[in-house]
């Protein structure tokens, strides 16, 4: 069965252009040219993945709520940013939303679908996990691969799917210093050193909030990110 791939997008010919593209790959995407039109059909079934650009019509900022309230419905569900808007900030205020990746609409076609296919490789990669690695345990943290849930100190992290797998990549051998393309490859996401940064710094929130004294994540500046287990 095809994946099905939603895109949200004001602009007409844009939409037609990424869903001619895409439905090539042999994917199934539905359209919708705005928020109301998009909450309407994710109530009633979500897709394989969102595709959403920010400003949706009159609402300057639609996609963020849109993108908020997908991820109230699914922790798992791959989100991603798909838009004109380039600035630290928005690229900031969509990751902390929830999302997967944010991506500015001068990337190329086949970029875009390669990243794409990378998420729903990752996800049949979750969905089949090899025995060893159904259930990982380091000190307090606890990953199970058949549920894609993580806890500390048994407190559920609230982690998107990217955030999940790079913790799962780097927990799976602590100490070893994992560099942007290592973590990409073993990761199996295609991102750039910013989003990686902001992924890192709202994983580190994230055990933060549940434990002050969380520092198992660790910079190796130059190098990459390691995982430390506590003592």
């Not at 895109?7 to 040219?33: C, F, H, M, T, W």
């Not at 900030?89 to 990378?118: E, H, Q, V």
Request: include cysteine; charged fraction near 30%.
């Amino acid at each position: 069965m095809s994946k099905t791939i939603a895109i949200v997008e004001d602009e007409p010919a844009i939409r037609e252009n990424y869903a001619d593209a895409l439905s090539k790959q042999g994917y199934q995407v539905d359209q919708y040219p705005g928020r109301e039109e998009a909450m309407h059909a994710f109530n009633q079934r979500l897709p394989d993945l969102a595709l959403l650009d920010i400003g949706l019509n009159d609402e300057i900022d639609g996609g963020f709520e849109l993108c908020r309230a997908l991820r109230s419905m699914s922790e798992n569900l791959p989100i991603i940013f798909l838009t004109a808007r380039d600035s630290d900030l928005d690229t900031i205020s969509g990751l902390r939303l929830g999302a997967d990746d944010y991506l500015t609409k001068d990337i190329s076609i086949p970029n875009l679908c390669a990243r794409i296919s990378a998420f729903f490789r990752r996800l049949d990669s979750l969905q089949k996990p090899t025995a060893e690695d159904d259930l990982i345990t380091r000190g307090p943290l606890k990953m199970d691969m058949n549920r894609f849930t993580a806890h500390w100190n048994d407190n559920l992290v609230d982690l998107t799917l990217t955030e999940f797998w790079i913790v799962h990549t780097l927990a799976l051998r602590p100490g070893h210093v994992k560099n942007r393309d290592q973590l990409m490859s073993d990761a199996k996401i295609v991102v750039d050193d910013a989003t990686i940064t902001s992924h890192i710094k709202r994983i580190r929130n994230k055990f933060c909030s549940l434990d002050n004294r969380f520092d198992c994540i660790d910079t190796v500046y130059g190098m990459g990110y390691r995982w430390n287990e506590t003592p």
